[in-house]
């Protein structure tokens, strides 16, 4: 519970300050962020298709 009450705090203070600032700015972290994501992921996938077949 005390988990959830965090992630909604930190999920507020987040909103709040990209509310805030510019939409370009707003954009361009957007695109950093799910590019670092999409990348992060397909490392995951392909690092666990090598592992689990030995």
Known sequence: M????AALLL???????VAHAPLA?????????AAWLGIFALRERHGRRH???R
Do not use: E
Request: net charge neutral; hydrophobic share 65%; glycine share 8%.
């Open 25 to 33: 700015f707003t954009v361009v972290a957007a695109t950093v962020i």
């Open 11 to 17: 999920l507020g203070v987040v909103m709040g300050t």
């Open 51 to 53: 592992t689990s077949t």
């Open 2 to 5: 005390l988990f959830l009450v």
